[in-house]
């Protein structure tokens, strides 16, 4: 019973901070696309508000569900052996309704229709090339800080993300269930719902290739 | 006797600590309103200013006071039996009138008449249901930091907090005896006396609700 | 003969801290109203590289110098009696040369002449105000990190100067060294030179008045 | 062989922490050009951008190959006997390919020729002056965090680096493999070829001096 319960509250953590997660993306580019008519400017307030929820949200729910929030980290985990298979889809569906939740929280904290369509085309080989790199980076930064503090990890994800919006043709989704969500928005942040498939392609292959490259990198050396 | 004097410093604590927090957030909102007319630049420079004055304010103040600032998180500590009821009411009076004393700080350092009147219409049902939800995420973000470093804590109430003024419709006031403070300046952070109460209330029901998540989330575990 | 050696480590340590810091804070104000017409644009990036240098300055010399680079955190110090008065004269000679040093390097990295007249007025009680709360939170921040790690007091540090940036009128000058350094450039962060008295009577009696209260403050407390 | 394989681990993190740089350099510089016209907007959404991937990049490489990803860095330690120079040939090589691989990716994210011209003129002693201050500001934070836990040395490269793309003239390249890499882009991070070697010796010269420095500076105290 202990375990139902322990896998319950991961279960909601996962599902929490994916809503807390989306709901900080598509609220904070709702508000910057009020304020300011520079993209670069949103843009820079939509990556603060990211960077910054997404490392608050690892330190507090590391503890409970590993706070992955993301299908392509917990199947790079699992490929790895690092994480039980049969726990997968479970966890997969906590961060897609987590997230879709959140950006249901996010319409309505700013009085649109809970539930709309993206409208942002974000297509071609230069856009599922940025999600297959900055997934790859994100995974590989997961997997570097792996022998390191909580805090490490949080603040590197959290700052990984910043930068990646930016370095990134496409942003730096990098998070199918986040993809997901997004397309159900049509403000700043959102996406075509026929332009997710290759972006969640682009982000498995990304997430694969990392755990293939982190397992031949950060072996524990016998000294540099 | 020494426990009087404890006290008396925990309140100073209290006092001063809101004093700064309120002078930093009403401070930062005139400059910034001074120098652009972009309303995304100046909350971001509001922004950075509240979230890192905020993360000094705790590292410094915590030893001696907790490092509350916040009616609503002392009463969420209160609720959980973390903080003795009897201190309770001196602890906010010493919150709201350093609050207010840093809004009169800030107008003092910025030329304007000492005490004013928010003249920003923050009311309807989307900005109270983002005062609950900044002031959840405040209030759990706090719960989820309980078994970690004061440094740890301090950046993610900054950075939380950093994050909430853009993903929230309200900018994330979360924090009854700031709202009160900032009803008081006619400047760009201010917010009408008459939309004050309801604030409050969303704050206290984020509060509350967050008390009772974390006390279910947040148990020790025994190993997910 | 070591002491001495020690002391002269310490004495360049203070000059070249001094020297980055002024560098760093004129520089990027020069390079800043460059590339923008938007003046919150410039403090912004102003004071982002002020706090991000300021505190990389604390941590890599601190352990030579204490990384005071402030007349006004030296004579704090120097009334708690926590440095030695002897030590005093060098010091505060140290810092203003190299605070001169940084505005010399600055003007030369950006072509301009080694030595300028600073332009922009800031004079008037308020003006004074905001320098004394300026430097007396500073001079708190300093105390009240003092039973903490070397990571914290420069984190919180860089983090307190980039907030009064812009919660206080003066931009938080909080520094008689760095005042009469910027009185030497006619770029974006100058100060007349008729103007840099009053300002540093007030950085020290906020100093003072931070070295009074921390006194009171941060006693080690028997427990909150 | 086992060293054989470390040392091959140890390269490819610098190659591939390098390419990981140089895109983070270049790809968010792309990305601020096409999104608005201010040019402080834009320089400071690269200068985030650059930080806070390089801090990562520091963190999780750091175990298995130092973290240079500058030629300046390896030769600096070279000289002061910290690093082998059998060593520092494929050190070298592999971060020129790695940060020119690092373009090339940057330029297919962003849907750009893989290999362009770089047209922005950087030439003239005042530039000379900013590299070399740049560089040797890098090297001294290096050295001066060498007591210290990766993280600090980390956050510290990342700080001092996002606040010398302000504090000089020439936005601090202070990297020769790097200077190389943006020689092959025609946007805004981009570099003439012909203005590459006094860039690249100005660099060397501040990052020996540095280690000239260092060694004087931060010995081991006795006490101060």
Redesign the interface.
């Known amino acids: 019973m202990?375990?139902v319960t322990?896998?319950m509250?991961?279960l909601?953590?996962e599902a929490?901070g994916s809503a807390?997660l989306v709901?900080?993306?598509?609220?904070?580019g709702i508000?910057?696309q009020r304020?300011?008519h520079?993209?670069?400017?949103?843009?820079?307030?939509?990556?603060?508000?990211?960077?910054?929820?997404l490392?608050?949200l690892i330190?507090?729910?590391a503890?409970?569900?590993?706070a992955h929030f993301n299908p392509a980290v917990t199947l790079g985990f699992a490929l790895r052996g690092e994480f039980a298979w049969t726990r997968v889809p479970a966890y997969i569906v906590a961060q897609i309704a987590g997230g879709i939740g959140g950006t249901i929280?996010?319409h309505?904290?700013?009085?649109m229709p809970l539930v709309g369509h993206g409208i942002a085309a974000r297509t071609?080989s230069?856009q599922w090339?940025?999600e297959g790199?900055a997934t790859f980076?994100l995974m590989?930064?997961i997997?570097?800080?792996a022998?390191?503090r909580?805090?490490?990890t949080a603040?590197?994800v959290?700052?990984?993300i910043?930068?990646?919006?930016?370095?990134?043709?496409s942003t730096s989704f990098a998070n199918p269930a986040v993809t997901i969500a997004r397309a159900l928005t049509p403000s700043f942040s959102g996406i075509r719902p026929e332009d997710v498939p290759p972006f969640i392609l682009a982000q498995l292959a990304g997430a694969a290739l990392a755990s293939w490259t982190g397992a031949?990198?950060?072996?524990k050396?016998?000294?540099?």
């Open positions: 202990t375990s322990a896998e509250r991961a909601s953590g929490l807390f709901a900080g993306v598509v609220g904070s508000m910057a304020l300011t520079d993209i670069a400017l949103a843009l820079l307030c939509n990556t603060i508000a990211t960077g910054a929820v490392a608050v330190v507090i729910f503890p409970i569900s590993r929280l996010a309505a904290m700013f009085a071609g230069s090339l940025s790199v980076g590989l930064t997997l570097g800080c022998q390191r909580l805090e490490t603040a590197c959290g700052l990984y910043a930068a990646a919006y930016w370095f990134t043709a031949r990198l950060f072996v050396s016998s000294g540099v």
